[in-house]
C-alpha cells in the first residue's frame, strides 16, 4: 500500500479466484460487478491492455472501483501489497510471505533506443503542420519517459505524470515547457524541451548504449524543419 489516498482517489479491489474457474470468472466480470452495488456503468480494461479488470462507476454518490480479477500464481507477480480484507486458508497471506512486489522502473536502454525515434517523429508532424498530433506525442512522451524518469530522480514511484506537482515541484516550470500550444513555434520550442529534460534525467550507467549517431540526426533533421518552415 502506498498510503496516498484521499477524497479524489478511486479504489482498487483486488478479487484473487481459483484457476480452475478463470473461464467462467472472465465470463462473468460485469455480472460481478453489479452484484456488489449500483453499477451507473462498467467496462471491462482491454483498452489499457488489462482484460481482468473491470472498471466501474457506482452510485448514487459517484465512486470509482477498479476491480480486477487475478489467480493465486498472478498474485505472485504485483506491485505492491494491497490490505487483505478477507481470505481462504491464509493463502494470499502465504503468498505475501514468499514473493515480493516489484515496482517495474523505465528501462534506460528501452527508452534510449525509442527517444530519437519519437524526436524524429515530432519533427515530421511539425513539418506537416499536424500541431495536434505532435501535441499528442508530446504527451505521449512526457508520461511514457520524462514523467517516470523526474519521479525516479525525487526517489518516487514511477507512475507516469501521477502526483509530479507534489514530487517533483522544482521541476514543474521545466516540465511545463514541454507542454505546446497548437502553433508551429510553440510546438518546436516544446520539442526542444522535451529533449533537453531528457538528456538531463537520462540515466546514464557503464550498460547504456547511447544512440549518438540516431541522437546528431533526429536533431539535426528537427532543426531544418524548423529553419525551412521559419523564413
Not at 35 to 58: A, D, N, Q
Not at 81 to 96: A, G, M, T, V
Not at 185 to 213: G, M, P, W
Amino acid at each position: 500500500m502506498t498510503k496516498t489516498m484521499d477524497e479524489y482517489s478511486d479504489l482498487d479491489l483486488i478479487i484473487v479466484y481459483d484457476s480452475a474457474y478463470q473461464e467462467q470468472i472472465m465470463n462473468q466480470r460485469l455480472h460481478i460487478a453489479e452484484g456488489l452495488g449500483k453499477l451507473l456503468s462498467g467496462f471491462t480494461g482491454e483498452h489499457i491492455g488489462e482484460p481482468r479488470v473491470v472498471i466501474c462507476l457506482y452510485g448514487p454518490e459517484p465512486l470509482h472501483v477498479d476491480l480486477k480479477f487475478v489467480t493465486l500464481e498472478e498474485l505472485k507477480i504485483r506491485i505492491e501489497n494491497p490490505l487483505i480484507l478477507w481470505e481462504k486458508d491464509q493463502k494470499i497471506s502465504n503468498i505475501f510471505e514468499e514473493t515480493s512486489p516489484s515496482e517495474p522502473y523505465p528501462e534506460a536502454q528501452w527508452i534510449e533506443d525509442r527517444f530519437w525515434v519519437w524526436i524524429h517523429y515530432g519533427a515530421t508532424k511539425l513539418g506537416r503542420g499536424e500541431w495536434f498530433e505532435l501535441i499528442d506525442h508530446l504527451t505521449f512522451i512526457r508520461s511514457a519517459v520524462l514523467g517516470p524518469l523526474v519521479l525516479s530522480h525525487h526517489g518516487q514511484l514511477p507512475r507516469g505524470v501521477r502526483r509530479l506537482e507534489q514530487y517533483a515541484s522544482s521541476d514543474i516550470e521545466e516540465l511545463k515547457k514541454t507542454i505546446p500550444l497548437h502553433s508551429f513555434e510553440s510546438c518546436y520550442l516544446a520539442l526542444k524541451s522535451t529533449i533537453h529534460l531528457y538528456k538531463r534525467f537520462r540515466q546514464n550507467s557503464d550498460v547504456l548504449i547511447l544512440k549518438e549517431e540516431a541522437e546528431h540526426v533526429s536533431i539535426a533533421y528537427l532543426e531544418k524543419v524548423y529553419a525551412s518552415l521559419n523564413n
